[in-house]
């Protein structure tokens, strides 16, 4: 049996990458990136959104829909023009609540109730004798053939609601409109949330080429200078989150084997708040039945499945300095146990390593993509980023800004990463409007 030193060794060689493996890990991903990019077979989707960048110009009130995975947010936004735009109106609802007795994420609700739903929040936040341009911002991998036609490749996050994977996902939404007599409200775009959170900011800041979410799920999109078959620089949808290069440790390969899609999207298992909370359980089961935590007993929350998520990995990260914020912990978690010095170590050590791996892996891509648009680096970039991981787990944005300057060798001014939060529904809002002066002339 390994002592508790021996264990946090172990488990440092488990989670971490050094520069020089994350160095080579961005080759690869930028190999894939490339691959993606001539349409042969590679990890990385590389999907066209069909949007480019906005002028910072763009006007008007519209109507925003954010479709994530855990919460649908329903925005009212009126753009000002110079980069400047006001939340009028928002309304979050979670997507399942045991409380309220529906859940619209699982396989047994099918397609209509899930757009259903959304169509009813809309309503919420209209009025019937108004009309509305509608930006709609769908979380998942889609296969686009214009700004307002997106295929559900597949799902992700570990929703299963039926009927939806291979359908057009406005016509879907559009049928719930209909049938709620919405015929007020007519979606004019729908785009990836990474494309959203880009477009939040490039409505502010015309360095901004990157957009990236660090939160439920994982993934990264930026501006192609030059996309195959169109003309104009177009925002592209790497689905980074299905990079498989990265080799992964035991608890990786075990939460992947009783995952929804075992064997794809092996960096978002990796990076995402979907999975390094289950990520954290793993591990801390494994440690007690090494008897090294918690004196080898084990509680009963630590041999369920998914009771851990990224809230956890910030409050025990966090947490070494102050036991009793451990002890509240487990005391949440209906487990009322003294700690030891050593059970602070190993629950601080393990969540901290989990973190960061997540936030060093986005780095390792954002850095691929740096070198895809720009491979002498000469020009600023903005990398637009928008999640709960990157905006509350602590010490994540700065590993990622630490990171990206270890792999690049460049001054920390030159590539800037900033919180676009709301950007995926400031963003939806954006997109429509770009689309807005083509909508009205069709009509
Ligand atoms: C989806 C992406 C999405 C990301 C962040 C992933 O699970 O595949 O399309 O951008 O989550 O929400």
């Not at 002028?55 to 936004?77: H, I, K, Y």
Request: with cysteine.
């Amino acid at each position: 049996m390994p002592n508790v030193q021996q264990c946090l060794n172990q488990l440092h060689t488990d989670f971490t990458f050094s520069a020089a493996q994350l160095t080579s890990l961005a080759e690869l991903f930028l190999h894939d990136m490339k691959e993606g990019l001539q349409g042969r077979e590679s990890s990385l989707a590389m999907l066209p959104s069909f949007l480019t960048k906005p002028t910072g110009q763009e006007t008007g009130s519209f109507l925003a829909l954010d479709f994530g995975g855990t919460n649908v947010r329903v925005m009212l936004v009126e753009l000002n023009g110079y980069g400047s735009y006001t939340i009028l109106a928002r309304q979050d609802v979670p997507l399942s609540d045991q409380s309220k007795n529906y859940d619209f994420t699982s396989s047994t609700s099918t397609a209509a109730e899930l757009f259903g739903f959304l169509a009813d929040q809309l309503a919420q936040l209209t009025q019937p004798e108004k009309t509305y341009l509608l930006g709609h911002t769908f979380s998942f991998p889609c296969r686009q053939t214009g700004t307002n036609q997106a295929v559900l490749l597949h799902w992700t996050k570990e929703i299963h609601t039926s009927g939806v994977v291979g359908h057009n996902v406005v016509d879907l939404l559009d049928q719930a409109l209909a049938a709620r007599s919405l015929s007020n409200i007519h979606p004019v775009t729908i785009t990836n949330d990474t494309v959203s959170a880009l477009l939040a900011a490039a409505y502010q800041d015309c360095y901004a080429d990157i957009g990236s979410i660090c939160g439920t799920g994982h993934n990264t999109c930026y501006l192609e200078p030059k996309p195959a078959k169109f003309s104009h620089p177009m925002y592209i949808n790497i689905e980074s989150g299905n990079f498989d290069k990265i080799p992964g440790n035991k608890y990786d390969a075990l939460l992947d084997s009783y995952s929804a899609r075992p064997g794809a999207g092996k960096m978002e298992k990796m990076c995402a708040g979907r999975y390094i909370g289950e990520l954290l359980r793993l591990v801390l089961l494994d440690v007690v039945t090494q008897n090294l935590l918690f004196n080898g007993s084990c509680p009963v929350f630590l041999q369920t499945e998914g009771t851990l998520s990224g809230w956890d990995v910030a409050v025990l990260q966090d947490a070494v300095a102050k036991p009793e914020q451990i002890s509240l912990w487990l005391a949440k978690h209906g487990s009322p146990a003294t700690v030891s010095l050593d059970d602070g170590k190993i629950l601080q050590h393990s969540a901290g390593l989990i973190a960061k791996r997540s936030a060093r892996l986005a780095a390792a891509s954002y850095a691929a993509v740096l070198r895809h648009i720009d491979p002498a680096l000469t020009s600023f970039h903005t990398i637009s980023i928008d999640g709960s991981l990157y905006e509350k787990l602590p010490g994540y944005a700065d590993t990622i800004s630490q990171s990206l300057q270890e792999l690049l060798g460049i001054k920390a001014e030159q590539i800037k990463c900033i919180l676009t939060k709301d950007g995926s529904g400031i963003g939806a809002a954006i997109a429509a409007a770009t689309t807005a002066k083509k909508t009205a002339s069709l009509k």
